[in-house]
């Protein structure tokens, strides 16, 4: 069977089409996997920062104070519903659009005191009362019923007959956790002292609460449910708070978040007879991330302007409050740091694939060169061959890209229904064509032999031009980069900073076939006096045949720049995880500050876990530093009291930064010092206490305060995982130091050990750790941030560039050995002329492409590992996230190095064996009769 006139009129160049088929596929797939990605990466960005932002920042929240002069005012459940309503629907569209659920809460704001609290609940206790209308669908009811409604006894004075005291008994509801903690069964009856002071002349008022129904939340306790966010906490539970802002150590136990009543008129009644306290009415229109995308977040900035300007119209006089706006912007920012992220990788990456693509389409060109000539002499237009050549090279790469764009949406990695995932089908074949067909019609009328290109003044005048533009291109790229920073301050993408990488690496690639000619001199003029022949060969053809390896050369050092600079931010996104799960846990795993301490036993018994080699316990409070001044003792600071066995904290801390990817620092060899002669105590602090206290400090906490002077300060990430309890500062004080202010035993233990070999359901189950304790472990850690949206986006951008560069070097590789093959073997052939064994004549053929491919490797590798130190913070623009990336700046590594080094060698040396091999064996006369020498 004859094949087809078009497949015939390929020739030779039917493998390189074939590659070249193969790197369009690669670049059309590329461009349909990376928008989704970046859809993915914002969803969580999202999700992460506005789904788990409280609710007081996220949603937006409308009170209604008590105005008893106000005739509007809602008192019924139905009044109060509607006006929620009526607010909803004045709101801006761009905002009601956002809100999935709508929260009604009545609150108490005055706390009331128990005068019989449960025998759990310490004394003093106070209770604060709150109502909903969304209690009967958002709960069930696992003892007893809903509340139902208050019984009032009134004694009246028999002598005037007007009321004389009141006493109330309110049914109230109570979740089974707070049921369970504080020993509450249906019917427990609770006394309150609701009786207002002597000075007003109130009637006496007698409160009692009675519990009705014990109930837990149907679709179980969550951020989701906003009936939670009372407390601002998605479970309810005891809060410990101050009395007064001035004197922290009054303390009082608030019993609040889950206290529901069956009508709001229980809450006035109350707040009228004990002429204490208001109500307070909140409405909570609950934002849904979901809806949240790109285009509503920016609108959301003006639309809430303009609702606070209408906060007048609103029904009941309500008054907005709303993070929501910060929130949006942050969001914003994030987005845009991770855009500029894949971005400019993606620039490295597109200087990569222009590199690769042009060397093919010059190496095909040159492969059908005498067909050109031949069509040309015999008079063929020169436009219709360059249209005829680009037409069919461009089809082949036009249907490679879309079968490559197809695969890639069949393998669930994007759509192509977005304009940008057609980028690289349009862009690979358009560029195709107009290279194609401009080399074809500036072809000439003789055979395009990169052998026989001649030089002159004016190509060598045009070319230091070109070379020189291009050294200020990227100098001046940079330049502008880091004077302005790498995002716009509309958060839109700079592209100088996506241009900025890829003309760097193009001026290595110039500056690297310009210094051929420096760096070869000296190795053939050495090994011009030696006696061996093929070293002196080989460096001579590498080095002199600068015209002919330039273009392979220039693309080497792009292509492994490029991806050297992907995989160096890979390793850096590691890095950063590692580094964050290391401060996270402070340790191979961790079980968290819990209420009860831990019985005598547990050492012993978290020792014999499987995968434990050590275990260190301490003891973390809530507590506080003061300056310790003339005048006395001013408010103090809160920050987390860590009162640990210094040794055992030493070696701990030295265990978690055993690993190279810590950021941390070593317990100071100088801690603790001994302890002074009138009781002051020498304690490490973290470094955001540094130069704020000098001289004595009061370090207060559960056990007492001691005075102490800080000795040291150190960013332990073992110290630093438990902070929280107070502020983001901790202090730590030596054990046994101040036996008097011991506050007991510890409640916090970190575990050594392998890291993947400590099972955190193996560490929940030791004998002491209270249900409900945070139990963390290096590994799981580790694995929830890979699994996080915006890391995994960022590391499959980073993969895809590694794979595709990895192609791209292999096509220019080849590019390189087909364009000293000619050279090689003609060499080779004249040294068997003159008396040369084969096999040594074919080392020559194996060593002309060796040094000009390790050479731009080494230029590559150099370039690429120097980017992102040249380019600094990918966030340092206008509104730039620096917490929120996921890139530990400026950790690229050289550990690619080697294997870089190795992988070129290997595919060097191996693809010119395999064309020696494939190459059919003929005699010596005949190869030199068909032999073309120079």
């Known amino acids: 069977m004859r094949a087809p006139r078009w497949f015939a009129e390929l020739g030779p160049a039917r493998l390189v089409l074939a590659a070249l088929a193969l790197l369009a596929a690669g670049t059309a797939a590329t461009a349909v996997a990376i928008p989704a990605d970046t859809k993915r990466s914002d969803a969580w960005t999202v999700s992460s920062l506005v789904g788990k932002a409280p609710y007081s920042q996220r949603d937006l929240v409308l009170s209604t104070p008590p105005v008893s002069m ?480 330039a273009a392979p050369l220039a693309g080497l050092v792009v292509v492994v720049a490029a991806g050297m600079f992907a995989a160096g931010y890979d390793a850096s996104v590691m890095q950063k995880v590692r580094d964050d799960s290391v401060r996270d846990v402070g340790a191979t795993a961790r079980i968290g500050v819990q209420t009860t301490p831990f019985p005598d036993t547990f050492a012993a018994a978290a020792a014999k876990a499987p995968g434990v080699r050590g275990v260190f316990t301490g003891r973390a409070d809530f507590g506080g530093i003061a300056p310790i001044t003339a005048q006395g003792i001013p408010q103090p600071r809160p920050i987390t009291v860590l009162t640990l066995n210094p040794q055992a904290f030493r070696q701990a801390a030295a265990a978690a930064l055993s690993d190279g990817s810590a950021r941390g620092q070593e317990v100071p060899a100088n801690w603790p010092a001994p302890q002074a002669a009138d009781g002051t105590v020498t304690v490490l602090a973290s ?44 202090i730590v004080v030596p054990y046994g130091e101040v036996p008097d202010a011991d506050p007991g035993r510890p409640n916090v233990a970190w575990f050594s050990g392998t890291t993947g070999a400590i099972s955190a359901s193996a560490l929940r189950a030791l004998p002491g750790v209270v249900g409900g304790t945070a139990v963390t472990t290096l590994a799981d850690v580790r694995s929830q941030d890979y699994s996080q949206g915006g890391v995994s986006a960022a590391r499959d951008v980073f993969h895809l560039v590694e794979a595709l560069c990895v192609g791209y070097f292999a096509l220019c590789l080849l590019q390189l050995l087909t364009a000293t093959r000619t050279v090689s073997r003609d060499s080779a052939l004249l040294l068997q002329v003159f008396g040369l064994r084969s096999g040594r004549s074919r080392l020559v053929a194996t060593l002309v492409p060796l040094p000009v491919a390790v050479l731009a490797a080494a230029a590559g590798l150099a370039m690429g590992a120097g980017l992102a130190p040249m380019l600094g913070p990918l966030d340092q623009g206008p509104g730039g996230a620096s917490g929120d990336s996921v890139v530990a700046t400026g950790s690229i590594g050289w550990g690619w190095t080697v294997p870089v080094v190795a992988v070129v060698l290997a595919m060097t040396v191996g693809g010119v064996l395999l064309d020696q091999l494939l190459r059919r064996r003929m005699e010596l006369s005949i190869r030199l009769r068909d032999a073309e020498f120079e």
């Open 70 to 549: 106000q005739p509007q005012y809602p008192n019924s459940s139905s009044d109060i519903t509607s006006v929620g309503s009526t607010n909803l629907s004045q709101l801006p569209s761009q905002l009601s659009s956002l809100v999935s659920q709508t929260s009604i809460t009545r609150q108490y704001d005055h706390l009331v005191p128990a005068l019989d609290p449960p025998a759990r609940l310490g004394d003093p206790a106070w209770l604060r009362l709150d109502w909903s209308p969304q209690l009967s669908r958002q709960v069930r009811y696992v003892a007893g019923s809903a509340p139902g409604q208050e019984a009032a006894q009134r004694t009246f004075d028999p002598l005037d007959g007007f009321l004389s005291s009141l006493r109330m008994t309110l049914p109230i509801a109570v979740s089974q956790q707070t049921a369970d903690k504080l020993g509450l069964s249906v019917g427990t009856l609770v006394k309150m002292d609701a009786s207002p002071p002597a000075s007003t002349g109130g009637i006496p008022f007698t409160l009692s609460v009675q519990v009705a129904g014990i109930f837990v939340p149907a679709a179980g306790p969550g951020p989701a449910d906003p009936m939670w966010h009372i407390a601002d906490k998605p479970d309810p539970a005891l809060t410990t708070v101050c009395l007064s802002t001035v004197d922290c150590d009054k303390q009082i136990t608030v019993w609040e978040a889950d206290v529901f009543v069956d009508r709001p008129e229980a809450i006035s009644t109350v707040s009228a007879q004990a002429r204490i306290g208001e109500y307070t009415t909140v409405y909570d229109y609950v934002i849904d991330p979901a809806r949240l995308t790109s285009g509503a977040l920016a609108a959301v900035g003006p639309a809430l302007d303009q609702a606070q300007l209408d906060t007048g119209d609103f029904k009941a006089a309500v008054t907005m409050n709303s993070g929501l706006k910060a929130l949006a912007q942050q969001v914003l920012s994030t987005q845009s740091a991770s855009h500029q992220l894949s971005a400019v990788v993606l620039g490295a990456l597109a200087a990569g694939a222009l590199a690769a693509l042009f060397l093919m389409l010059r190496l095909t060109v040159l492969r059908r060169a005498k067909d050109v000539t031949l069509c040309r002499a015999r008079g063929a237009s020169p436009v219709r061959l360059a249209l005829r050549h680009a037409t069919q090279i461009s089809v082949i790469v036009f249907v490679s890209a879309v079968l490559g764009a197809l695969a890639a949406v069949e393998d669930g990695r994007g759509t192509l229904r977005t304009p940008a995932a057609w980028s690289g089908v349009v862009l690979a074949t358009l560029l195709t064509f107009g290279a194609v067909g401009y080399w074809v019609y500036r072809g000439g009328d003789r055979v395009i032999s990169a052998r026989h290109e001649a030089v002159g003044e004016t190509a060598r005048g045009k070319r230091i031009v070109r070379d020189v533009g291009l050294l200020l291109a990227a100098g001046g790229a940079l330049a502008i980069y880091r004077s302005q920073g790498a995002a716009n301050a509309d958060g839109s993408i700079d592209w100088i900073a996506v241009a900025a990488p890829a003309l760097l690496a193009f001026a290595a690639g110039v500056a690297a076939v310009r210094l051929v000619p420096v760096l070869f001199g000296p190795a053939v003029r050495l090994l011009a006096r030696r006696r061996s022949v093929v070293g002196f060969v080989a460096a001579a053809l590498s080095g002199r045949r600068v015209p002919v390896v």
């Open 687 to 730: 470094p955001g206490l540094q130069g704020l206290y000098s001289g004595q400090v009061s370090v207060s906490d559960s056990g007492g305060a001691l005075k102490a002077v800080i000795g040291a300060y150190a960013d332990v990430p073992l110290a630093d995982s438990v902070v929280g309890l107070g502020g983001t500062d901790y």
